[in-house]
């Protein structure tokens, strides 16, 4: 059962000569032929490669011969990249390693197969997949989250190690939440975007998912830093994220933004979130109330800025390069239309024609430039709220995992959804999504995450307090 450990178990089972990397990804595959019929994690998987690689693996680097599964809009060398997208799907080959590949691969570990999303990381629940469906492996009538929802249920089926995720607007925490494993998104700029392909490229970050806080950070310690190829990333130095990990949370202040406890929550989710606070404060952290006044338009804001940028971003995908060209052309403008016709599911057409008219002139000032003013002001609760504490302590979802097809027609109902994911986006700090206990929903017992926000580049102290409170949820 090989699958079923964490980053550090593999780490100490090479160490002691336990077991191989070959023996891990056998396991691994094994799990997947028995399991992934029904889960639909995977796009792909490069067996062969990954094979091999483990056969030489050298175990002295910090992810020696540790395979992790890898979201697929992230670039990995000769290897597709179709952002579960059929513009993309049998046509690109990524001619490049992404940054963040490069580092796990000068980390020793193994890139180990791709992991399905909502289209161009479109989507809440990884439904909005041009390739195929995912399952909450928890319960397979239910969605994983999304949009990094192959991310999230290959680690949470044991079908995967640990994974990297993207996050523009919760896509690591709120399937992290949804599947009960852990999901890690650093402060804007903490990790290279090079070779991530862009949705929303000024709140887009790269993170783990994985089964421990302790993995989290581990993971972080490899993908964070500087790369002179991503313009937005930051010139500042990084930590090592596992050390003091287990200072706990004694002496440590932290905020509970009453907007994020409202009577709308599951009252499973609510109790999970007093439940953590409860606890935090009995190991000695201060519980303070606090108060992000601009909550309210954290969706509104989002889902303008968001689309506006996608909308330019996904304008290379004309037919010209990159991606599957329409047969169905006879000059210049009959290509671009036909080749974005065929190729773009409906949810990207939707944020694409959202997007172009809150950029198109006339409306420019009064969507556009608005929700920029009312990013600044989301930012400036988030910086007026950390002058006073180290944290925060918030639910990352208001309900479990839905049921797949629920919201098909509601497409608001499920853009709602990410209240309390957004934030950390526009504001550019970090956050995590933790396991939490679970919520009941017809008869179920489904996960719940925790989420923990922190300051910029407080990245730290957040898994600090997730591994205090990993700890007291594991001793309950
Ligand atoms: N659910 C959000 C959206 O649909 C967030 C997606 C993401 O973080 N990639 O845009």
């Not at 607007?169 to 999901?183: D, F, K, L, W």
């Not at 010209?320 to 403008?333: H, P």
């Not at 007026?384 to 639910?395: G, K, S, T």
Request: aromatic fraction near 6%; include cysteine; proline fraction near 6%.
């Amino acid at each position: 059962m090989l699958n079923t450990k964490t980053i550090s178990e593999i780490k100490a089972g090479y160490a002691g000569g336990d077991f191989s990397p070959v023996d891990v990804i056998t396991s691994l595959e094994s799990a997947i032929a028995e399991q992934d019929a029904q889960i639909g994690s995977y796009l792909s998987r490069n067996v062969e490669t990954a094979l091999k690689a483990a056969e030489s693996a050298d175990l002295s680097l910090p992810l020696g011969g540790v395979p992790i599964a890898i979201k697929d809009n992230i670039n990995v060398l000769g290897e597709p990249c179709t952002c579960a997208s059929k513009f993309l799907e049998g046509a690109y080959q990524a001619p490049y390693n992404a940054t963040v590949i490069t580092k796990l691969l000068q980390a020793g570990a193994i890139p180990f197969g791709r992991a399905n999303l909502d289209e161009f990381a479109m989507g809440s629940a990884t439904e909005n997949s041009a390739v195929q469906l995912t399952r909450n492996p928890h319960d397979l009538e239910r969605v994983p989250g999304g949009s990094s929802g192959g991310s999230a249920a290959c680690v949470a089926g044991d079908l995967a190690i640990a994974s990297l995720g993207s996050d523009t607007g919760g896509s690591i925490r709120q399937p992290a939440s949804h599947c009960g494993v852990v999901g890690f998104k650093p402060s804007y700029g903490r990790v290279s975007r090079y070779g991530l392909v862009a949705f929303a490229s000024s709140l887009d970050q790269i993170g783990p998912l994985t089964k421990s806080v302790t993995d989290a950070a581990m993971l972080t310690n490899v993908l964070a830093g500087h790369d002179p190829l991503d313009s937005t990333s930051l010139d500042a130095p990084t930590l090592d994220y596992t050390q003091g990990l287990d200072e706990g949370v004694a002496g440590k202040k932290i905020g509970v933004p009453k907007e994020y406890l409202s009577d709308d929550l599951h009252p499973d989710v609510k109790k999970a979130v007093q439940t953590a606070i409860a606890a935090l404060e009995k190991e000695g952290a201060e519980i303070v109330e606090v108060s992000l006044p601009h909550t309210k338009y954290c969706v509104p804001t989002y889902y303008i800025l968001a689309p506006a940028e996608a909308s330019s971003n996904l304008s290379r995908f004309d037919g010209v390069r990159y991606a599957n060209r329409s047969n169905d052309v006879t000059d210049v403008l009959s290509m671009y239309e036909n080749s974005r016709e065929e190729g773009f599911g409906p949810e990207v057409k939707r944020r694409i024609l959202l997007g172009t008219y809150v950029l198109s002139s006339g409306y420019y000032d009064a969507y556009y430039i608005k929700a920029q003013k009312v990013r600044t002001l989301i930012m400036r609760d988030f910086n007026e709220v950390f002058e006073q504490v180290d944290a925060l302590i918030a639910p990352v979802a208001p309900e479990p995992a839905r049921k797949i097809g629920e919201n098909a027609n509601d497409p608001l109902q499920e853009y709602l959804a990410d209240i309390f994911t957004i934030g950390a986006n526009l504001a550019g700090i970090p956050a995590i999504s933790v396991p939490a206990g679970t919520a009941e929903v017809d008869g179920k017992q489904l996960p719940v995450g925790l989420q923990i926000l922190g300051p910029h580049l407080g990245e730290q102290t957040v898994l600090q307090v997730a591994r205090a409170w990993e700890l007291l949820r594991d001793a309950e």
